[in-house]
């Protein structure tokens, strides 16, 4: 019996397989899943492998209790050695298991896994940040706004909740541009460009008015209040804020590593489907936002690999960004001419 949105997600699912990962005949694709994920989305991916010629596996477990390799001891053998002899794995856990060490071992230097991170999505968001969004213009913008971040030398980043951080790019490293998983390595949903800046260049304020992620205890969701990271050369030196802000800076003190305060990477949101819902991965790409990671380093940054025990994530809504002091945003609002008016096609301003 159909059930809701059961062709949106078809069409969704399907422009992952064909479009996203541009699945071959015969090729292993691997789909994971935890229990706290949503079934109906991995069926529908599975499908539609299934149907261009794939040789498909869903692995469905237990959740974990948190991201990363908190969560090693809790997954089954059998996915340990599952995930780097794939050739497209599509994650879908709601406790991800980018940065676990299964992970690490298939894409610290990937040579055949395509991993496309789509991880937590519900049917909703699925459908809004993959099937309605029109790939073409999608890829236009991003491939604009990437070429203008690779140039720059020293940016700065503002918002009203109390953001104000500046930095410098280090040229020879990578500004992932993600959605696409058409080679080995790690990619994300769409919407998202990040990248690592020189880590001890950044400095200022970075103030969270979004929401916060960091598995398990430590996902906030939405925040009631800012929470304020004061920034010194690449390390937040305190947290202030309200309950929340406490909260986070008491749990990252139990955590007992110091790598947890070092910033990892930096990222804008432009997914024109993505609403704050308090899942990092569709909040990540509240179109107009910059996203803050702290912890872990994934490698494909090509930067310092800060080996930290787990990683976070904060998001800065309705940013203003300058590149090279151009400004490019204002409040989440494109004012560069050439991605204002790709913004207007796509039907955000």
Known sequence: MPTTMDLEIGVAAYKVVRDLLEVKKGESVLITID??????????????????????????????PGYGKVGDPYLPDALHAAIPETDCW?????????????????????????????????????????????????KQFQDTLVGLTKKAKKIRITNSAGTDVSFENVTE??????????????????????????EESINGVIAFNGSFSGGGEADLGILKDPVIFHMREGVCVDISGGKEAKFLKEWFAKLQDPLMYHAAHVCYGFNPGAKLSGLCTE????????????????????????????????????????????????????????????????GKQ
């Not at 879908?92 to 789509?118: C, D, G, H, I, M």
């Not at 541009?177 to 949903?189: S, V």
């Not at 930290?308 to 002091?325: E, M, P, R």
């Open 173 to 198: 490293r990578p500004v992932t541009n993600e959605g696409w998983a058409l080679e080995p390595g790690a990619h994300f949903l769409l919407g998202q460009i990040g990248w690592a800046p020189l």
């Open 90 to 138: 599509v994650e879908y856990n709601y406790q991800w298991l980018l940065y676990s060490t299964p992970w690490e071992k298939a894409l610290t230097n990937p040579k055949r896994v395509r991993y496309l991170f789509l991880g937590g999505l519900n049917e909703d968001q699925f459908v809004r940040c993959v099937g309605k969004v029109d790939l073409d213009l999608q």
């Open 283 to 346: 909040d990540e790409r509240v179109w107009g936002s910059t996203e803050w990671g702290f912890g872990y380093q994934g490698p494909f940054f090509k930067a310092k690999g800060i080996n930290a025990k787990t990683h976070v994530d904060g998001i800065c809504l309705n940013s203003s960004l300058w590149l090279d002091g151009e400004q490019i945003m204002d409040e989440g609002r494109l004012v560069h001419p050439k991605l204002a008016n790709l913004a207007v096609k796509i």
């Open 35 to 64: 229990s706290a994920g949503h079934w109906r989305i991995a069926e529908e991916t599975a499908k539609a492998a299934e149907a261009m010629g794939a040789k498909v596996m869903v692995a469905w477990h237990s959740t974990p």
